[in-house]
């Protein structure tokens, strides 16, 4: 495991899945960290389908763990599966609450399937967990759109509606 693990971090992720493989395929046996990191392989790889198929033992067998719900729910979100990662992270944050990450990843999915209330709710939320993700609205193409959009800007922290910047200057002229 520990070497799988360093041959992951040097990029070398098909290596690193080789030692894994042997270690996935043991009958009644989920190991965590096994799950996760061959996970992590498949989907530096790309293969989000595959990955999100290890994803789901790990869920199987620790329905509790917060953390294998948001990557299976990152996985499927990849693979185009939109619906699925959706009652991923779902889970994940019926689990873990105040995880931002899945918050934001399921404003992403709201933004795809065109639920303009939802992407608001749910990045919103992440920004009020961890303010950094407010940058990501300039960042991500998915949330883009709503850069400017009047109901976004109310829900977030310092956002004002339509403020001119040269308001102050048409005030003070006569």
């Not at 931002?100 to 009020?128: C, M, P, Q, T, W």
């Amino acid at each position: 495991m520990q070497r799988a693990h360093e041959l992951f971090k040097q990029g070398r992720a098909k290596e690193a899945l080789a030692l894994l493989r042997p270690l996935l395929q043991r009958k009644g046996d989920v190991n965590g960290d096994v799950c996760a990191l061959a996970a992590a392989c498949l989907g530096a790889e790309g293969d989000y389908l595959e990955a999100a198929r290890i994803d789901r033992l790990l869920c199987d067998a620790q329905p509790d763990n917060p953390q294998a719900w948001h990557s299976l729910g990152y996985d499927l979100f990849h693979a185009g599966e939109l619906e699925g990662a959706a009652g991923a992270f779902s889970r994940a944050l019926k689990l873990e609450p105040t995880r931002a990450s899945a918050h934001f990843n399921l404003a992403r999915i709201a933004a795809r399937l065109g639920d303009k209330s939802k992407v608001i709710e749910h990045f919103a939320r992440a920004v009020e967990l961890q303010p950094d993700y407010k940058e990501r609205l300039d960042e991500d193409p998915d949330l883009l759109p709503f850069k400017e959009d009047p109901d976004m800007l109310v829900r977030l922290p310092g956002g004002k509606i339509g403020e001119d910047p040269y308001q102050e200057y048409y005030a003070t002229r006569s």
